[in-house]
């Protein structure tokens, strides 16, 4: 977080976080699994929702990204303040 500037950058693992193109349920327990996930979406969304609404600029990243990317994004972010 860059707290001075109001940015928030969080990196999702694409696991975790239901990445539309890697993520993927386990071949086990798939009960569990999907009502965990599906909870760990609803919990970013949300998250990312309060920030917002708190004044604060969500950048969210994926784990696959490139790096040069997400740098990218960050510093547009970081930019809007000059």
């Given at each position: 977080m860059f707290t001075r500037a109001k940015v928030a950058v969080f990196i999702d693992g694409c696991f975790w976080h239901g990445c539309p193109v890697h993520g993927r349920l386990p071949g086990t327990n798939r009960t569990y699994w999907t009502a965990k996930l599906r909870r760990n979406v609803e919990r970013d969304e949300e998250t990312t929702?309060?920030?917002?609404?708190?004044?604060?600029?969500?950048?969210?990243?994926?784990?696959?990204?490139?790096?040069?990317?997400?740098?990218?994004?960050?510093?547009a972010a970081l930019d809007r303040l000059a």
């Open positions: 929702r309060v920030l917002q609404a708190s004044g604060w600029v969500v950048v969210r990243v994926w784990e696959h990204e490139v790096p040069e990317s997400a740098v990218e994004r960050v510093t």
